[in-house]
């Protein structure tokens, strides 16, 4: 079983950056697939984006393209997303969570991960 763990989280001002890091352990996790949702105040959860075993990204949103990315190392059996240029309504709580997958998928829903961390809390103030 995996176990994913979040951090990086914080509070930050409008246009600042943060770097928001998912560690994993229990698993083989170079055939996993990693994904990242927020979920903001009141709100469902979307996702953001994820990548793939082969370290394909893809980021869902018009609203983040550009503005954050993704990379993992599996190495360190650790995903990264980079947020630059944060808005406020960047502000939630981000998840990271992973499931078994082929080379090149990356699951865009919720229900099609298998296991995910506590989040992280980020906040942007204007």
């Known amino acids: 079983q995996v176990q994913l763990v979040e951090f990086g989280g914080g509070l930050v001002q409008a246009g600042g950056s943060l770097r928001l890091s998912c560690a994993a352990s229990?698993?083989?996790?170079?055939?996993?697939?990693i994904g990242w949702f927020r979920q903001a105040p009141g709100k469902e959860q979307k996702f953001v984006g994820g990548?793939?075993?082969?370290?394909?990204?893809?980021l869902h949103e018009d609203s983040v393209k550009g503005r954050f990315a993704i990379s993992r190392d599996n190495a360190q059996n650790t995903v990264y997303l980079q947020l630059n240029s944060l808005k406020p309504e960047d502000t939630g709580v981000y998840y990271c969570?992973?499931?078994?997958?082929?080379?090149?998928?990356?699951?865009?829903?919720?229900?099609?991960?298998?296991?995910w961390g506590q989040g992280t809390q980020v906040t942007v103030s204007s």
């Open positions: 969570e992973s499931v078994r997958s082929g080379p090149w998928n990356i699951p865009r829903l919720g229900h099609e991960y298998d296991y």
């Open positions: 229990g698993g083989d996790f170079y055939n996993y697939a």
């Open positions: 990548v793939s075993r082969k370290g394909d990204t893809l």
